[in-house]
């Protein structure tokens, strides 16, 4: 269940809010420009579909988005827990790090946890089947997949090289919990 938890960025043990009301997420991640909103395939996404038969599930909702954003690449990005290089995958972006264009995800299937550190505080939002985030750049923060990553994702981009991630050096993500799916909490 997507979930957003609210810590103060110096007390990673005790949030000061959270919810798994898809609602409530959104409208507490607007205020800091974070786009959240759940998407449903107009036809079934099967395991082993192919990425244009991903595509053609939501496109209705991916031309939107590309209208308003005026995206120019849209791909699909699988990963399974049988991956071999999922262990350097996962340490890509666990540090903060931040983008020069917005970080647009849908998960259509399986799950991430997106934590960005934003004015102090820590917004910590579990991402799964059905959600899209909208991180907008320049906004500092880290992603995990998990120790067995499973997911399917649609990204959007603007620019060949705005999914670079620029590093902050702080240990910020270190203090914070790593996404353990399943787990309680």
């Given at each position: 269940?997507?979930?957003?938890r609210?810590?103060?960025n110096?007390d990673?043990?005790n949030p000061l809010?959270?919810?798994?009301d ?19 395939a ?21 031309d ?24 350097a ?16 995800r ?10 960005l ?9 579990r991402?799964e089947a059905?959600?899209?985030i ?7 923060h ?36 790593r ?7």
């Open positions: 269940m997507s979930r957003l609210i810590f103060n110096a990673p043990a809010a959270s919810t798994e898809v609602r409530v997420i959104a409208d507490w991640l607007k205020p800091i420009g974070v786009r959240f909103e759940q998407w449903q107009s036809q079934p996404v099967t395991a082993g579909a192919t990425p244009e038969e991903v595509m053609a599930a939501y496109r209705t909702d991916i939107r988005l590309v209208a308003e954003n005026g995206f120019k690449t849209v791909d699909v990005v699988s990963i399974a827990p049988d991956n071999p290089n999922k262990e995958m996962r340490a890509k972006f666990l540090d903060e790090h931040f983008h020069k264009e917005d970080e647009v849908f998960f259509v299937d399986g799950s991430g946890l997106f934590t550190h934003v004015a102090g505080k820590v917004y910590e939002i991402c059905g959600d899209l909208g991180v907008p750049d320049g906004t500092t880290w992603f995990d997949m998990g120790p067995e990553p499973r997911f399917i994702a649609i990204r959007f981009f603007t620019e060949p090289d705005g999914w670079v991630g620029h590093f902050t050096g702080t240990d910020i993500a270190r203090r914070f919990p996404y353990e799916p399943g787990a309680a909490g």
